[in-house]
C-alpha cells in the first residue's frame, strides 16, 4: 500500500526552505537567492524499509498569516494545501531573530485555525544556516527547550548549504507523521536519491 504524506515547508523570506528542499531532493544547493513567488509542489517517493511513500512537499513563499477557514485558504491561491497538510516545518534562520519570531506567530495560528481532530498533527522547527553560527542570535538551548519542552515540537538544526542534518529532518518528520514501518527510517531514506525524480514536478 502507498502512503501519500503532506508536508508544508513555511518560513519568513530568505530562511533557505527552498533550499532545504532543493537539498534533500537534488542534492544541489545554490548561492544565488531567488524568492519563491508562487508555492511549489514536489512529488517524490522515498523507499523506507522496503515500502515506497509517497510524499508531497509544498514550498510555500512567506505567507501574510495561516488562512483561518477554508475559504480564505482557497481565496489565496499560494496558501492552497496548507490547511489539509500532514505536518509542518517551520523554518528560521539561525541568524537571524526575525526569522524566528514569524514561525513563533505562524505555530500559534496553525494551532488556533487547524480544524478539530488535526491539532496533533506535527510541527517541526527547523534552525537553518548552522554553517553561520558564528552569527546566532538566539543560543541554541533557549530555543531548543522552549520549543521541546513548552511547544513539544521538534527541533532540528542544520545547513542546507553543507547538507547538514537534511536527511535527519526528513526521517525524524516521517516518523513522527506516524509512518509506522519506519522505524529504521534513517538509514532506509537512504535511498531517495534513487527514487522517482521524473515525478518530481513544479506546478
Ligand atoms: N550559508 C547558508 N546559506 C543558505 C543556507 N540555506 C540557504 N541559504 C542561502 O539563503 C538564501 C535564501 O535561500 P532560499 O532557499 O531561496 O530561501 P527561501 O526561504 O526559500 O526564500 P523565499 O522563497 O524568498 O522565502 C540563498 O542565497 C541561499 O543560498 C544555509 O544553510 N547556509
Not at 539561525?94 to 524566528?100: A, E, P, T, V
Request: net charge positive.
Amino acid at each position: 500500500m502507498v502512503t501519500t504524506f503532506k508536508i508544508a515547508v513555511l518560513g519568513a523570506q530568505g530562511v533557505g526552505k527552498s533550499a532545504i528542499v532543493r537539498q534533500f531532493l537534488y542534492n544541489e544547493f545554490s548561492e544565488v537567492c531567488v524568492p519563491t513567488k508562487a508555492r511549489r509542489v514536489y512529488l517524490p517517493a522515498v523507499v523506507m524499509n522496503g515500502h515506497v511513500h509517497d510524499l508531497q512537499i509544498l514550498d510555500f513563499p512567506p505567507i501574510a498569516s495561516f488562512p483561518v477557514n477554508t475559504l480564505q485558504e482557497w481565496a489565496d491561491t499560494c496558501c492552497r494545501g496548507l490547511r489539509s497538510a500532514h505536518a509542518y516545518i517551520l523554518v528560521y534562520d539561525i541568524c537571524c531573530f526575525d526569522s524566528f519570531e514569524y514561525i513563533k506567530t505562524l505555530r500559534q495560528q496553525i494551532l488556533e485555525t487547524r480544524v478539530i481532530g488535526t491539532t496533533d498533527t506535527p510541527i517541526i522547527i527547523v534552525g537553518n544556516k548552522r554553517d553561520l553560527q558564528k552569527g546566532r542570535v538566539i543560543p541554541r538551548w533557549n530555543v531548543s527547550n522552549l520549543v521541546k519542552k513548552t511547544w513539544k515540537c521538534g527541533y532540528i538544526e542544520c545547513s542546507a548549504k553543507y547538507n547538514w542534518h537534511i536527511l535527519l529532518l526528513f526521517s525524524e518528520l516521517l516518523k513522527s507523521v506516524g509512518c509506522a514501518r519506519c522505524k529504521h527510517v534513517h538509514t532506509a531514506i537512504r535511498f531517495q536519491g534513487a527514487l522517482r525524480r521524473n515525478r518530481c514536478t513544479i506546478m
